[in-house]
T-cell receptor
Framework: GEDVEQSLFLSVREGDSSVINCTYT??????LYWYKQEPGAGLQLLTY???NMDMKQDQRLTVLLNKKDKHLSLRIADTQTGDSAIYFC??????????WGAGTKLIIKP | GAGVSQTPSNKVTEKGKYVELRCDPI?????LYWYRQSLGQGPEFLIY????????DSGLPNDRFFAVRPEGSVSTLKIQRTERGDSAVYLC???????????FGSGTRLTVV
């Protein structure tokens, strides 16, 4: 079955770009998502990409998909303190169920 | 409603008791999902409803867990004979269309003491 992996922590300086990486195993995954979870809050859908796309940009967010390597990344430009959160990568399996990574905690240094 | 609503937001119960957690999805969303999230982990799938029927309940950990969605909107997750290991945040999500992602509620934090 599908497996989604992410590194657990990323530390960046305020104003720099953050790049959060994710790998998945099921090459038939149709949709790939990035969710944000702030402390004590629910999961907020940030963006998603369809598997026939290489890139999607939405304001400060850029998603890159390398389908050959089954690698997804989320770039946050000009990282701010409000971006501190856990970022989850998720991929659909053959039944369109979401399979989740364990989340990457983004730490912003002043 | 405008978003997915979950009640209660917090529930503390004694070991062995029965609890019900409620989810009110976005109006018109046919798909409804229950997940469980423990500290430091991603969401763990429990059950998925398409309309009134449970399309996939393979994530329910054992027969103490049960969920219903009798009219195809509000869903209730029921846990019998709660154990301390059931302590987690229980998340509900709804979706109107495949691919558009799920909208999550804020969750119910269940603590079994």
């Amino acid at each position: 079955g599908e497996d989604v992996e992410q590194s657990l922590f990323l530390s960046v300086r305020e104003g720099d770009s953050s790049v959060i990486n994710c790998t998945y195993t099921d090459s038939s995954s149709t949709y790939l998502y990035w969710y944000k979870q702030e402390p004590g809050a629910g999961l907020q859908l940030l963006t998603y990409i369809f598997s026939n796309m290489d890139m999607k940009q939405d304001q400060r967010l850029t998603v890159l998909l390398n389908k050959k390597d089954k690698h997804l990344s989320l770039r946050i430009a000009d990282t701010q303190t409000g971006d501190s959160a856990i970022y989850f990568c998720a991929a659909t399996d053959s039944n369109y169920q979401l399979i989740w990574g364990a989340g990457t905690k983004l730490i912003i240094k002043p | 409603g405008a978003g997915v609503s979950q009640t209660p937001s917090n529930k503390v119960t004694e070991k062995g008791k029965y609890v019900e957690l409620r989810c009110d999805p976005i109006s018109g969303h046919t798909a409804l999902y229950w997940y469980r999230q423990s500290l430091g982990q991603g969401p763990e799938f429990l059950i998925y409803f398409q309309g009134t029927g449970a399309a996939d309940d393979s994530g329910l950990p054992n027969d103490r867990f049960f969920a219903v969605r009798p009219e195809g909107s509000v869903s209730t997750l029921k846990i019998q004979r709660t154990e301390r290991g059931d302590s987690a945040v229980y998340l509900c999500a709804s979706s109107g269309d495949r691919g558009n992602g799920y909208t999550f509620g804020s969750g119910t934090r269940l603590t079994v003491v």
